[in-house]
């Protein structure tokens, strides 16, 4: 019975940790790079900002800003904030979403 209560707590914690996992594994990190490239980078080479500095992709910036999910890079990317223009309108939400886990993923790798 003990044999069967720890297998059945371990498979529930492994579908717990795939389906928080699961945006970043859904998203396309080399198409994020390709819209990055064309719709980002012209403000935000290798992670920076040039209209901003403290406004960078930098993870410790992100941290800062409180946008360091894909969720919370999708809203900002999506919906604009203050210098930042928003991209709702020229990205559909698949584009959105693998630009948002590209800039987190990048970012936590230092931009390197």
């Known amino acids: ?15 717990i940790a795939i389906a928080y996992n699961t945006p970043v594994l859904a998203a396309d ?9 064309v719709e980002c980078a012209g403000c935000h080479p290798n992670g920076g900002n040039i209209i901003r500095r403290g406004k ?19 809203a900002l990317v999506a919906n604009g904030k203050n210098n930042m223009s928003a991209y709702g309108d020229r990205l559909s939400a698949t584009e959105i979403d693998n630009v948002s886990a590209y800039v987190l993923k990048m970012a936590e790798n230092n931009w390197r």
């Open 29 to 37: 990190l080399a198409e994020g790079a390709k819209i990055f490239k």
């Open 56 to 74: 960078n992709l930098k993870l410790r910036a992100l941290h800062r800003n409180k946008v360091d999910s894909i969720a919370s890079i999708s």
């Open 1 to 15: 019975m003990k044999t069967i209560f720890k297998r059945l707590i371990f498979s529930l914690i492994i579908a």
